[in-house]
């Protein structure tokens, strides 16, 4: 069973910044890609960022420019810097890994519980 321990998330005013950390522990043989999705009360989760085993990212629309996504593969951790943030990003936030576990060959995936992220105006 994998872990994804998320950190970071709070409140914040709008313009404010946070920093997103999401962990990966557990019976893993690698990573692939990583990502951080949100989720809005009612709604899908979505993607915000992703970012590939060679360090490719992609962005939300919404979120270009503003949100940063990276990882350190030493410490099997993807973050994601949130600038410049609106009201509207309020949102669950969630990690996702896509990794091999341990004695398999097939790519699984795991999701993070979530960390609230809330903008005020």
């Known amino acids: 069973q994998v872990r994804l321990v998320e950190s970071g998330g709070g409140l914040v005013q709008a313009g404010g910044s946070l920093r997103l950390s999401c962990v990966a522990s557990?019976?893993?043989?690698?990573?692939?890609?990583m990502n951080w999705y949100r989720q809005f009360p009612g709604k899908q989760r979505e993607l915000v960022a992703g970012?590939?085993?060679?360090?490719?990212?992609n962005y939300a629309d919404s979120v270009q420019g503003r949100f940063t996504i990276s990882r350190d593969n030493a410490k099997n951790t993807v973050y994601l810097q949130m600038n410049s943030l609106k009201p509207e990003d309020t949102a669950a936030y969630h990690c996702n890994v896509n990794l091999v576990l341990a004695g398999q060959r097939g790519v699984s995936y795991s999701w993070g519980q979530g960390i609230q992220v809330t903008v005020s105006s």
């Open positions: 970012i590939t085993s060679g360090g490719s990212t």
């Open positions: 557990g019976a893993f043989s690698s990573i692939n890609a």
